[in-house]
């Protein structure tokens, strides 16, 4: 609670004076053992009309972190401004009473936060051994969420799920399930099996990555293929368009006389090498 609600401005309600003020004392001991400023306040009617004013004025002013634990008197009617979430210590007395704390957080576009902590009591030598155990092995997201007792003789197995209820209640309430030497096989078969269809589905979405990827590119390489096929239709027309223009000079050669004969090559010898001439003579 201490980490959750210290550095912000918020409101925890208890159900009791008395509860408001054991909570606020211890933390503020835990601001004091951490070295930083004291940000969290009791609330009650028993307090002086001086000290509730004081609070309330500076949560409205939100220029510094501020936790007021209060019991109904921060509940409604008073103007708090902003405050980052609301925290129910316990169990509220009504729904309708909750809803209205919650109100009280969520404001000026920020969403409403509600924070409900549960008393519960310390592990010590006299506790449940299954809560040691479970204390001990069931540490998710570092293990599973549960655990398995592994219970080596088919007499003691056989004890302990003769007696009605009790296999259950320790699956759900300790997260420990009860095996013996004839289902402990049959379990791990089918955990290997979970884990495998677990693998196989976080690999599928891999795949269907990898085929979305090569589908992009494989609508790309065909776009390369369209460009080409208008380029090569270009170069087409292209042909067609010279093809047309030499028939056309064909038709129009067609009535000039045509020089045959040892004459033709000498003419065109003539005509070439006056051609060069004129190329070397001085300007």
């Not at 918020?10 to 159900?15: H, I, P, Q, V």
């Not at 004459?263 to 190329?279: C, F, H, K, M, S």
Request: net charge neutral; hydrophobic share 35%.
């Amino acid at each position: 609670m201490f980490s959750n609600l210290r550095g912000s401005s918020n409101l925890a309600f208890a159900a009791s004076r008395r509860t408001v003020e054991a909570l606020a004392d211890r933390l503020r001991e835990r601001s004091e053992r951490a070295n930083v400023p004291e940000e969290f306040f009791p609330h009650h009617g028993s307090l002086s009309k001086e000290l509730r004013e004081m609070l309330e004025t500076r949560l409205k002013a939100g220029d510094q972190p501020t936790t007021a634990v209060a019991t109904t008197t921060l509940e409604l009617g008073i103007d708090l401004g902003s405050v980052q979430s609301v925290a129910q210590v316990g169990a509220p007395r009504s729904l309708s009473g909750l809803k209205q704390r919650l109100g009280r957080s969520g404001r000026r576009g920020s969403p409403a936060v509600l924070r409900i902590y549960v008393r519960e009591d310390h592990l010590d030598p006299d506790s449940d051994p299954l809560d040691k155990l479970c204390e001990k092995y069931v540490h998710p997201p570092y293990s599973t969420d549960f655990a398995i007792m592994y219970l080596p003789t088919e007499g003691l197995f056989a004890e302990v799920i003769r007696r009605p209820g009790l296999a259950s209640e320790i699956q759900t309430k300790h997260r420990i399930m009860i095996q013996g030497p004839t289902t402990l096989a049959a379990l791990l078969s089918s955990l290997q099996m979970g884990f495998r269809t677990l693998a196989i589905e976080k690999r599928s979405s891999e795949v269907w990555q990898v085929l979305g990827a090569a589908k992009a590119e494989f609508l790309k390489y065909g776009q390369v293929w369209e460009k080409l096929g208008k380029q090569l239709d270009t170069a087409r027309k292209t042909v067609d368009e010279a093809g047309k223009r030499t028939r056309a000079v064909n038709r129009k050669l067609r009535d000039v006389e045509t020089l045959e004969g040892p004459e033709t090559p000498a003419l065109i010898e003539l005509v070439l090498g006056e051609e060069d001439d004129q190329e070397l003579s001085p300007i």
